[in-house]
């Protein structure tokens, strides 16, 4: 059912469509109500995943024609659930069946019947005006945070996660493989825990800089080697792959510790060979790591919401939804973007800059 206006006129919100392989549309439809136990959000912003774009292009067929995308949102309660309307809010895109032994205890991310806001089509996503979401899905960002980084938490979400699920101790020799958005996460999450020696080794000189202009030490495939002790002081023995082939799994085995703990988050090809010997001699520790857990994601949320200007290096483009086919036209067809943002109705009631030049 349509929701009215006063005058009893159905009131259209605008839609960013996935029509076909390198299309999409901005189409009208009306606002949707929420049911028990949802929550109807005035989208602010969204962030393009990877996710989106693999998908975008036709790399694979996680999604469908028609399809509505987005779950890296942020925006404001207008109708529905516990919080009040006006709150500043993300989603958690995971629903999950909610009585599963996994959701009992937080790790939602592992359900069998987990579905994802936005990935599955019956799920319609955070690119529109408007989203309605399960009000248990919905996390305050209460604090001062700039409004349009709410839009971060989910893949800062996803780093944190990461590098937990390779149980951090102090003094751990910290090695990031891939300096993109989720490696940039993952060197994040490891200052969040108090870790201070941390490398991060990428290609693209562009995202070299990014990760230099966070604080963070970077060195490419090709000097890591030599950065290794200099940086570290010795092997690491905690690794996050963050790109997931061949080749990065093999720059961890070589450049990390006996016993070392090696978590693979990245999902970049669907198999690869694996050397098992330097996994058994050495005794070292191959971890999977998918989404977040509900205490990860919650955590990240509140940090974000204490404010954290240096988020702003993230964000490189911002685009309003009518423009939003070529938002990812642009992404699609330039590898060196970090995180385009686009912006929904509501975001002109909101202190965001135009980043990336005119918007």
């Known amino acids: ?75 404001r309660v207008r109708a529905g659930g516990p919080l009040e309307a006006g709150t500043l809010v993300t989603v958690n895109p995971i629903v999950s069946c909610g009585g599963c032994t996994m959701c009992e205890c937080g790790e939602t991310q592992s359900c069998d019947r987990a579905r994802v806001i936005g990935v599955d089509p019956a799920l319609h996503g955070s690119l529109a005006d408007t989203l309605v979401a399960p009000s248990r899905n919905v996390v305050p960002l209460a604090g001062d945070p700039s409004v349009h980084h709410g839009a971060l938490v989910e893949p800062l979400a996803v780093g944190y996660h990461a590098l937990m699920r390779g149980n951090p101790v102090d003094g751990d020799r910290v090695l ?29 000189a562009s995202r070299r800089t990014l990760v230099d202009a966070l604080g963070f030490a970077t060195t490419s495939p090709e000097r890591i080697a030599a950065d290794i002790p200099r940086v570290l002081g010795d092997r690491a023995t905690l690794v996050v792959d963050a790109v997931g082939v061949a080749a990065s799994m093999s720059t961890a085995l070589t450049h990390s510790s006996v016993r070392a703990r090696i978590v693979l988050v990245g999902m970049g090809s669907p198999s690869m060979p694996i050397q098992p010997y330097d996994i058994t001699v050495a005794e070292r520790s191959v971890i999977g790591s998918y989404c977040y857990s509900t205490l990860h994601f919650e955590d990240t949320a509140r940090w974000v919401a204490q404010g954290r200007p240096e988020l702003d290096l993230l964000i490189d483009h911002t685009f309003p939804l009518d423009r939003g086919a070529e938002a990812f036209r642009t992404v699609a067809a330039d590898g060196s973007r970090n995180k385009t943002l686009v912006l929904s109705a509501a975001a002109a009631l909101e202190d965001i800059p135009t980043i990336g030049g005119p918007a």
């Open 1 to 75: 059912m349509c929701a009215k206006d006063r005058g009893d006129r159905e009131r259209p919100v605008r839609t960013l469509v996935y029509s076909g392989p390198w299309q999409m549309d901005v189409d009208e439809r009306c606002v949707p109500q929420p049911g028990p136990d949802e929550t109807l959000i005035e989208v602010i912003a969204t962030g393009i995943c990877g996710s989106d774009i693999h998908g975008y292009t036709g790399d694979t067929d996680r999604r469908t024609n028609g399809q509505i995308m987005g779950h890296e949102v942020v925006g």
């Open 176 to 204: 990031v493989i891939g300096g993109g958005p989720i490696g940039q996460a993952v060197a994040i999450a490891a200052r969040r825990r108090g870790l201070t020696r941390v490398l991060v080794s990428e290609p693209m």
